[in-house]
């Protein structure tokens, strides 16, 4: 059965580097969307992106965040100067154009 | 901000049980009432949803009831397994999620 894939699933960095984290959607899929979950607590969306371009952004989305779909496979979600705060689980997630939206693992993120 | 507010936090039943959680929204421009069941260390995964155009729908051991007019939906687990013991979210539309049910059926 078709899954999402992300890379890596834990990422150690230290506060202000940059960060890639990479998704891989099933293939056939429209949307693509990126969700964080601070540890214990809820998910809490970022980013919807759609046609090659962000269809809609949450307000932890500024700009210091942004995506990508480079090929026709990954979607990435890159952070340019990462905080403490920015330590979460990342989640991708990514559907056809039914509403059935399905979830990677999830990339754990530790920030230093 | 618009939230959507869930309970119970924490819920324990015996196995064999009805679990049943609760979420009330605020916007009535979505259409689209999920709930997820997410285990640990796994992300969210789709378990049923249902659109406000219905007042309940059921998919095996798992039913929501939807109520329109009071903005609230509710997600029923019949004869609760301990396989079912996991973290639940509601959610409105694609962006907005509830803060989770932990679920935990004692066998």
């Known amino acids: 059965e078709p899954e999402v894939t992300q890379t890596p699933s834990h990422q150690v960095t230290q506060m202000g580097q940059e960060v890639i984290l990479r998704c891989v959607p099933i293939?056939?899929?429209?949307?693509f969307y990126w969700y964080r979950q601070i540890l214990g607590q809820k998910v809490e969306f970022l980013v919807s992106?759609?046609?090659?371009?962000?269809?809609?952004k949450s307000e932890i989305f500024d700009d210091q965040f942004s995506v990508e779909r480079p090929d026709g496979s990954n979607f990435t979600l890159k952070i340019r100067s990462t905080k403490l705060e920015d330590s979460a689980m990342y989640f991708c997630a990514s559907r056809v154009s039914t509403d059935t939206q399905y979830f990677g693992p999830g990339t754990r993120l530790t920030v230093l | 901000q618009q939230q959507v507010k869930q309970s119970p936090q924490s819920l324990i039943v015996q196995k064999g049980g009805i679990s049943i959680i609760n979420c009330a929204y605020e916007?009535?421009?979505?259409?689209?009432f999920p709930w997820y069941q997410q285990f640990p260390g796994k992300g969210p995964a789709l378990l049923i949803a249902i659109r406000p155009d219905v007042s309940e729908k059921k998919e095996g051991r798992f039913t929501i009831s939807f109520n329109k007019s009071a903005k609230q939906f509710s997600l029923h687990i019949m004869d609760s397994q301990p396989g079912d013991s996991a973290t639940y979210f509601c959610?409105?539309?694609?962006?907005?999620f509830g803060d989770g049910t932990t679920l935990t059926v004692k066998p």
């Open positions: 992106f759609y046609n090659n371009e962000i269809s809609e």
């Open positions: 916007n009535t421009a979505f259409d689209y």
């Open positions: 959610a409105t539309g694609k962006s907005t």
């Open positions: 293939s056939n899929h429209l949307y």
